[in-house]
């Protein structure tokens, strides 16, 4: 649950250019132009708890070592050493393939965001990224590219963009002691709200939770997307990505209210799909829940 303002928002009626009969599902796009590659379609198959003070910003699997569990974040895993030097908010994490283990960290203000990695022997390392200009301070999530050397990292808000940069840690151009510098930039085709975490199902598709209030970019609130690359990130040059709505993350609760979308992982080896959703009021302690999803 980042630490941020909410501007005030105008509901408006997205109008489509055409209807298209699909076979399976109907998914939202947000162009008149057909999308770079056919949308998935992901059905729920189940959900855990999801304690809300250890597993309520994000997750992710890890392959290395071999039977590691799953890793989750939340207010209850920032370390003390961490916390005390103003790093008080962690957001969706991720892992590479060969088991280097990235959080995303921020703090309530300044000109920095911080990515902390655990090497697969264990070793810690932190690498500091100074903003650029137009940057926002969120540092909402961290997604590691299936090659293993360029990391996408997201600001929170409306925005048009993800940033790109060398994986701290695992790019031998990165360093604890110098700045981490963004590499390139992903341009959307259409701006994208309040997302809190994407993770790779493919070296050039993202999977990405929405905690989108206001249902205006994509006519639901909520909504996981999908996000075509143009190319694989290479650090070197910019690419684009064709955004689609796949659907509205569940949101069910014995409360009423706001319910807010947290991380997102994609585990390559079972094929699931797995978000987590933060109940409303005092269901927050109760029933929040990490659902799980199969394509098809």
């Given at each position: 649950m980042p630490l941020r303002p909410r501007p005030a928002r105008q509901r408006c009626h997205a109008a489509l250019t055409s209807l298209v009969a699909l076979a399976t599902a109907t998914v939202v796009t947000l162009s008149a132009a057909p999308p770079a590659a056919a949308a998935d379609?992901?059905?729920?198959?189940?959900?855990?708890?999801a304690d809300p003070f250890t597993e309520s910003q994000?997750?992710?699997?890890?392959?290395?070592?071999?039977?590691?569990?799953?890793?989750?974040t939340g207010i209850g895993t920032i370390p003390v050493d961490v916390s005390s030097r103003g790093w008080n908010h962690v957001g969706d994490p991720d892992a590479s393939y060969d088991g280097y283990y990235i959080e995303p960290y921020q703090r309530d203000s300044g000109t920095t965001k911080m990515f902390?990695?655990?090497?697969?022997?264990?070793?810690?390392s932190e690498y500091v990224h100074t903003l650029g200009a137009g940057e926002a301070l969120n540092?909402?999530?961290?997604?590691?590219?299936?090659?293993?050397?360029?990391?996408l990292a997201g600001e929170y808000g409306t925005m048009s963009r993800l940033l790109v940069f060398?994986?701290?840690?695992?790019?031998?151009?990165?360093?604890?002691?110098?700045?981490?510098?963004?590499?390139?930039?992903?341009?959307?085709?259409?701006?994208v709200r309040d997302v809190q975490g994407c993770d790779f199902s493919s070296p050039t598709r993202l999977l990405c939770s929405s905690d989108d209030p206001a249902g205006t970019l994509f006519g639901i609130t909520k909504p996981l997307l999908q996000i075509d690359l143009s190319a694989e990130p290479n650090g070197?040059?910019?690419?684009?990505?064709?955004?689609?709505?796949?659907?509205q993350l569940p949101l069910r609760s014995s409360c009423s209210g706001t319910f807010e979308a947290e991380?997102?992982?994609?585990?390559?080896?079972?094929?699931?799909?797995?978000?987590?959703?933060?109940?409303?009021?005092?269901?927050?302690l109760t029933d929040s829940k990490t659902y799980r999803f199969t394509r098809g």
């Open positions: 379609t992901w059905t729920e198959i189940g959900s855990d708890r994000g997750l992710t699997s890890v392959e290395v070592p071999a039977g590691s569990p799953n890793h989750y902390r990695v655990q090497a697969p022997g264990g070793g810690r540092n909402s999530w961290a997604a590691i590219s299936p090659g293993g050397q360029w990391m060398p994986t701290p840690g695992v790019n031998p151009g990165t360093s604890p002691s110098a700045n981490l510098p963004q590499a390139s930039t992903v341009n959307l085709d259409h701006a070197t040059a910019d690419v684009s990505g064709h955004v689609t709505a796949l659907r991380g997102i992982d994609y585990d390559r080896r079972t094929g699931t799909l797995r978000v987590v959703v933060v109940s409303p009021g005092f269901c927050v």
